[in-house]
């Protein structure tokens, strides 16, 4: 069994997907190649906003970003304490300080209450100023934006949305990627719309914002690729990438975003009366780029994973140690507590999902639970 099923999913697309890759590999054009652009504009017409400039990968684009913003040295940029490391990576490569914030126990996404704690905790001391909220889609649900929003509005802060795993979610009709003021995703192959290697996008209305990380990411361009104007990334989309990633979307568009939707259901339906599994708010849809339980006590969590694993069953721990806990952020200062991601991190298990998942694989992770 695969925690998640890449080769399955490369079987079922793999005459479409081996006719993109020979055509990129004849074209010639290696490096943002026509299949970028036409990725682009269908990317940026599926979430619903008017710009999206496809990049390297998903750490970049919240580089770009930042940039774009002028993020740096005194600046606070508020980040979820339960995440990947890069979310918080990206703004001490900046210059500028993350500021680590507690997330929902239920959600697993940032916690609006203890967000409002540490911006004015901020304010009070003085040393730095608030400028970005990174508000994350962890596992495929969407972050709470109406409420970040109102936040992001009462102390005049950007918010950053950190769509790497939430990329086909959505609250009501309106879709990730759609909530910052400006969005990334990643085309990590092990996400809800992965490549063949890495990749990202950003996603603004703003033009003047998109124009410029047109820029940042090819070497700070101005005209055209040798009048530099700015310091910027090495960061663009390789054609073979946007090609895969063109056939791989009409599958996440026409079944692969409504099958594990189906997967996650069963899981639930069959899971909820035992154990903590994942809440979902009315008028939230998630797209599960993971299916996770919480147990109760970090010795539960581990045994469980141990004996799975004897059974042939993989499962993994996002994350097993919190932001502000990581060697490279030991010394940084803590302005709030932040116990929800600190219980999280010890009791978190993910098991098994992907859209092509059978009946009889969620059926087998269930009876060995």
């Not at 998640?4 to 054009?29: H, N, P």
């Not at 990968?57 to 040295?73: M, R, S």
Request: with cysteine; aromatic share 12%; charged share 25%.
């Amino acid at each position: 069994m695969e925690f998640r099923d890449l080769k399955k999913q490369y079987e079922v697309l793999k005459s479409d997907i081996d006719k993109a890759m020979i055509e990129a590999a004849t074209s010639g054009a290696y490096i943002m190649g026509s299949p970028v652009n036409e990725l682009e504009n269908s990317l940026a017409e599926y979430v619903g906003v008017k710009y999206c400039k496809a990049c390297a990968n998903g750490t970049d684009a919240l580089t770009l970003a930042l940039k774009v913003w002028n993020i740096g040295k005194g600046d606070a940029v508020f980040v979820p304490d339960f995440t990947f490391f890069a979310t918080a990576e990206v703004v001490s490569l900046e210059g500028a300080t993350p500021v680590f914030v507690d997330v929902d126990k239920d959600t697993f996404n940032i916690d609006c209450n203890s967000l409002e704690n540490a911006i004015k905790a901020v304010i009070e001391e003085g040393r730095l100023k608030p400028k970005v909220i990174i508000a994350v889609d962890l596992f495929g649900l969407p972050a709470n934006y109406p409420k970040i929003r109102e936040i992001a509005n009462k102390y005049g802060l950007y918010i950053l949305e950190d769509g790497a795993q939430g990329f086909g979610g959505r609250i009501g009709d309106e879709k990730a990627c759609s909530f910052g003021d400006i969005s990334t995703t990643s085309f990590f192959p092990a996400k809800p719309l992965g490549c063949y290697g890495d990749g990202g996008a950003v996603f603004t209305d703003n033009k003047e914002w998109a124009d410029l990380i047109e820029s940042y990411r090819v070497h700070g361009k101005g005209t055209f690729k040798y009048d530099n104007v700015r310091i910027g990334l090495n960061s663009r989309l390789d054609t073979i990438q946007a090609a895969i990633l063109q056939v791989k979307f009409k599958a996440f568009k026409d079944y692969e975003l409504n099958d594990v939707n189906k997967a996650a259901e069963l899981y639930t339906e069959k899971l909820s009366s035992k154990f903590k599994t994942p809440y979902i708010p009315e008028g939230y849809y998630s797209s599960w780029a993971q299916y996770t339980i919480t147990l109760n006590s970090k010795e539960e969590r581990d045994s469980l994973q141990a004996k799975l694993k004897e059974k042939g069953i993989p499962t993994m721990v996002y994350y097993p140690t919190p932001m502000s806990k990581q060697t490279a952020f030991k010394d940084m200062k803590k302005y709030i507590e932040t116990p929800n991601s600190m219980y999280l991190s010890k009791t978190v298990l993910s098991l098994p999902i992907h859209p092509y998942i059978t009946k009889e694989e969620i059926i087998e992770v269930i009876e060995n639970i």
